[in-house]
C-alpha cells in the first residue's frame, strides 16, 4: 500500500464518521426533537452511566452471556460439523434436522426459553446457544467436505488414521473455514445477546436500551448502549480477524490481501 | 559432451537384482453412468520394475497412465490383475513406497521445515533436524525452512514435497506428473534436480508423464501407453550417460523412437 493510498483509508472514514456526526446533530436541533439525543448527549449520557457503575457491568453481564453461549455452541457445532463432513452416514442422519431447526429465528425461541428457563442468565445464553450452533456446524461440515482430497491422500500415504490423521491434517486443513464459520456465528450470537436480554434479564446491554426507554424516556442512554454495542461487535470481529492472520491459517484465505 | 565415461551408470540394473514391482495382467474399468457399461482404461498391463530404476511411464492423456500408477501405489484396487511390491500383494498406501502428486500435496499450514520432517515423526528429533536439514539442501531450498507453502512458487513447493519424500526414507518414489503444473523453464531445472538427486539416492522412482522429452531426459527405460483402453505398448531402454546431453544424436534418435511408437499407434486406433 502507498502512501497516499494509506493516508486515504484514515482521512476519508474519518471524515465520513465526522459528516455522519454533523449531520445527526443538525437533524436533531432543526427537529427540535425533545427525546431524541444529540451526539453531545449521548456522551453525557456515557458518562452518567460511567459514574453509576453501570457501564461496565453491563458490558460484562452481556459478554459473559455471549462468551457461555457461544463457547457452548463452539464445543458442540465444531465436532458435530466435522463429524457431518467426514462420515456420510452421520451426514445423512443429521443434516435434515439441523436445516430445518437452522432458519428458526431465535427470537421465535424466547417463549420457549423463558417456559424452560425462567428469567435466569440461562434463558439468554440458551438463546445464544441456538443462534451460534448452527452455522457452526453447517460450516464446519462445509469445510470437512471442502478438503483438498490431495492432502488426504498424501496423509493416508504416510499411514495416519484415526485421531492422528484427524489432529494432524483434517483439523489444520478445516481449520481456515471453520475460524470464518465461528467469525459470523458470533456475530449473531452478538445480535442475540441484545434481543435476548431485552426481554429475559435485568443487566446487560440489551437491558439498558429497553430500561431507559420505560423508565423515562432517556433516549441518551438508550443511543449510548446501541453505540456500544456497535463498538463491542466490531471489536469481536476484529479479535477473529486478527486469529485468521495466524501463519498456519493464512493459505486458507488466499484470496483475501492484507 | 560425447556419450561414454561421465557418469557411472547401473547398466543392468535387472540381472542383478530383482524386481521390485511387479504388474501383472492389470485391468482397469471404471463404472460407466449407465449400469450396463463401463470405460475401460486399462487392459492387460504388465511392468516389472527393478530396484534402484528409474522408469517413466508416458503416453498421451487419457490413456490411463495416472490410474496406473494410483493402482501400483495402492489408492486405487484394480478390478483385475496383481500388483506386488517389495514382495507383497499391494492393498493400500504404504509410508514406504510415497506418491508425488501433480496438484502438490505440501500441507500448506506446515512450514517448510516441517512438511519436509512431516513422515520422519517417530525419529529422534535430533536425527530428524539433521534429516531434514540434508533433505532441504538437497533440494536447493536452504533459507526458507521457515516459510510457508504458500509463500514459494510452484516450483519450490514441488521441492519441498520432493524433499517430504525423500526425508522419509522410502524404497519407491511414484510421482505423477509432478512437473506438469510448472512452467517449461522451471520443468527443465526440475529435471536436471532430479536427475542428480536420483543419482544421490539411487530410489525407485516411477514416473508418470505426457511428455516424451522428459521422460527420455529422465529414465532408464521408459514405457510407452496408447490409449483407449490403455495399454503398454513397448518399454524403451535408455543407454545414455547422465546429466543427458538434450542435443545428441542418441537422446533424439530414442525421443523420435518414442513418438513414432505413440504415432503409429494412433494411426492404427483411427
Redo the contacts between chains.
Keep these: 500500500m502507498s502512501r497516499a493510498t494509506r493516508t486515504r483509508s484514515i482521512i476519508l472514514p474519518l471524515a465520513v464518521g465526522a459528516a455522519f456526526l454533523a449531520t445527526w446533530h443538525a437533524a436533531v436541533r432543526i427537529t427540535g426533537s425533545t427525546l431524541f439525543p444529540t451526539p453531545m448527549d449521548v456522551v453525557r449520557g456515557f458518562v452518567e452511566l460511567q459514574g453509576r457503575g453501570l457501564l461496565l457491568r453491563y458490558i460484562v453481564a452481556s459478554l459473559f452471556r455471549v462468551s457461555w453461549g457461544f463457547g457452548l455452541a463452539v464445543l458442540i457445532g465444531v465436532p458435530l460439523g466435522l463429524l457431518m463432513g467426514w462420515f456420510r452416514w452421520v451426514f445423512e442422519a443429521l443434516n435434515p434436522l439441523v436445516q430445518m431447526f437452522r432458519p428458526i429465528s431465535p427470537i421465535a425461541w424466547i417463549p420457549v426459553a423463558i417456559l424452560w428457563f425462567g428469567v435466569t442468565d440461562v434463558a439468554p445464553i440458551f438463546l445464544i446457544f441456538l443462534a451460534a450452533v448452527f452455522p457452526i456446524t453447517v460450516s464446519s461440515a462445509a469445510a470437512v467436505a471442502n478438503i483438498q482430497p490431495v492432502y488426504v491422500r498424501a496423509a493416508r500415504n504416510f499411514e495416519l488414521s484415526g485421531l492422528q490423521l484427524f489432529r494432524q491434517v483434517i483439523l489444520p486443513a478445516t481449520l481456515p473455514q471453520i475460524i470464518t464459520g465461528l467469525r459470523i456465528a458470533l456475530g449473531i450470537a452478538w445480535l442475540v445477546v441484545v434481543a435476548a436480554e431485552m426481554i429475559a434479564v435485568n443487566s446487560g446491554l440489551g437491558y439498558l436500551i429497553i430500561d431507559a426507554r420505560n423508565a423515562g424516556k432517556r433516549y441518551d442512554l438508550v443511543v449510548a448502549g446501541m453505540v456500544m454495542i456497535g463498538l463491542i461487535g466490531l471489536l469481536l470481529d476484529l479479535a477473529v480477524r486478527r486469529v485468521e492472520r495466524t501463519p498456519s491459517l493464512r493459505w486458507g484465505y488466499a484470496s483475501r490481501s492484507d | 559432451m560425447s556419450s561414454g565415461s561421465r557418469v557411472n551408470e547401473p547398466q543392468n540394473t535387472s540381472s542383478t537384482d530383482r524386481a521390485t514391482v511387479v504388474v501383472r495382467d492389470v485391468c482397469m474399468t471404471f463404472a460407466g453412468k449407465n449400469r450396463s457399461r463401463g470405460v475401460e482404461v486399462l487392459r492387460d498391463v504388465g511392468l516389472e520394475v527393478s530396484r534402484g530404476e528409474f522408469i517413466c511411464i508416458v503416453g498421451p492423456s487419457g490413456c490411463g497412465k495416472s490410474t496406473l500408477l494410483n493402482i501400483i501405489?495402492g489408492?486405487l484396487p484394480a478390478t483385475s490383475g496383481t500388483v506386488e511390491v517389495d514382495g507383497a500383494p499391494v492393498r493400500?498406501?504404504?509410508?514406504r513406497h510415497?506418491?508425488v502428486?501433480q496438484?502438490?500435496?505440501v500441507?500448506?499450514?506446515?512450514t517448510v521445515r516441517d512438511n519436509v520432517g512431516?513422515?520422519m515423526q517417530k525419529a529422534a528429533a535430533a536425527q530428524r533436524d539433521a534429516t531434514v536439514k540434508h533433505y532441504i539442501e538437497m533440494v536447493g531450498l536452504s533459507g526458507f525452512e521457515s516459510a510457508?507453502?504458500?509463500q514459494l512458487s510452484g516450483g519450490m513447493r514441488q521441492r519441498v514435497e520432493i524433499a517430504r519424500a525423500l526425508a522419509?526414507n522410502p524404497s519407491i518414489i511414484y510421482m505423477d506428473e509432478p512437473f506438469g503444473a510448472l512452467d517449461f523453464l522451471t520443468r527443465l531445472k526440475m529435471r536436471s534436480d532430479l536427475t542428480r538427486i536420483w543419482q544421490q539416492e539411487r530410489k525407485t522412482i516411477l514416473f508418470v508423464t505426457h511428455d516424451i522429452e522428459e521422460a527420455v531426459q529422465l529414465a532408464d527405460r521408459v514405457a510407452v501407453m496408447t490409449p483407449r483402453p490403455g495399454v503398454i505398448r513397448e518399454i524403451v531402454r535408455v543407454n545414455l550417460p547422465r546429466p543427458r546431453n538434450l542435443d545428441s544424436p542418441e537422446y533424439l534418435a530414442t525421443r523420435d523412437r518414442i513418438f513414432s511408437i505413440m504415432g503409429m499407434s494412433a494411426a492404427l486406433g483411427h
Excluded at chain 2, 493400500?92 to 509410508?95: A, H, V
Design positions: 501405489a489408492f493400500g498406501p504404504d509410508s510415497l506418491f502428486f496438484e502438490n500435496g500441507f500448506p499450514w506446515l512431516f513422515g510457508f507453502p504458500h522419509a
